[in-house]
């Protein structure tokens, strides 16, 4: 009985533990700035024409908006960090604010996402919806009903669950409900083709192995790209436009030893 619950009491706290040292030299990836080390690709636009100025930097934060939109029109959109990388932990504060864009789809409201281990957004298509990549889906609670966050999404994907290989496109977290317009900090540990954890405000709340192509759920991509089985170790970030506002005060990046 003693070891059981030396060994519940381990678990618990590992869940509790922050995926990187107090101490941690962070890179800020967003300067609070500009955007000069993002490029910028909505569907059914070429790379780096930001439509509706929907990715912009106003008081310091990354603001993902509509105001410019007459309708969302399925603009689905990706703002990626310049640089690819393999092992890091990267992590993002942000929160849901104001209304919806109209026709945006009802599952996307309050609804944004971290895209790691991301194909090059050089390769997307112009009409391509979302690239090819690991989603950490972000969710805002709509006040009532619980609704967690930092899930796991499979654009193009597929990854392995408990030793065997998990092809639905979504799997919910363990995470708390976030309602209103709080501030949400999400860290995703990111170890190369071998594994990936998601941890919320320093609780671990998901972990997987395996990152891979496959899988459908992504439109309008180059074959010649998607090449299903191939192990991801490597890729862009990304942050998404799904046609709810949402702001980001920080993304920043640790790079991790082999």
């Known amino acids: 009985m003693i070891s059981f619950i030396l060994l519940l009491s381990s678990l618990t706290s590992a869940a509790f533990c922050q995926p990187a040292p107090a101490n941690a030299k962070w890179i800020q990836l967003f300067n609070g ?10 569907t059914g636009y070429p790379l780096d024409e930001n439509f509706g100025n929907t990715f912009r930097v106003e008081n310091g934060l990354l603001k993902v908006s509509y105001d410019h939109y007459s309708t969302f029109a399925n603009k689905f959109g990706h703002i990626f960090y310049k640089d690819k990388f393999s092992r890091y ?7 849901f604010v104001g209304n ?18 991301s194909q090059d957004p050089k390769t997307m298509g112009k009409d391509q919806d979302f690239p090819i990549s690991i989603e950490v889906q ?3 609670g709509d006040g009532q009903k619980p609704r967690t966050t930092a899930n796991l999404c499979t654009p193009g994907t597929n990854v392995v669950l408990n030793g065997e290989l998990f092809t639905r496109h979504c ?3 363990t995470s708390d409900t976030f309602h209103g317009e709080q501030w949400v900090r ?8 071998d594994s990936i954890e998601h941890y919320v405000n320093g609780k671990l709340v ?6 891979q192509i496959g899988g459908g759920t992504v439109s309008n991509y180059d074959p010649a790209v998607k090449k299903d089985g191939a192990l991801l170790n490597e890729g862009w970030i990304s942050l998404q436009s799904e046609s709810h506002p949402v702001e980001f005060r920080k993304v920043e990046l640790l790079i991790l030893d082999k």
Do not use: C, F
């Open 33 to 42: 700035k500009d955007l000069k080390d993002w490029h910028v690709k909505i």
């Open 89 to 95: 932990i990267v992590a993002a504060e942000y929160r």
């Open 100 to 117: 919806q864009a109209t026709d945006g789809p009802g599952w996307a409201t309050r609804n944004s996402g971290i895209m790691v281990h």
């Open 138 to 140: 972000l969710l805002g």
């Open 171 to 173: 799997l919910n977290s």
């Open 186 to 193: 999400v860290e995703v540990r990111v170890n190369g083709s």
């Open 206 to 211: 998901l972990k997987y192995d395996k990152p």
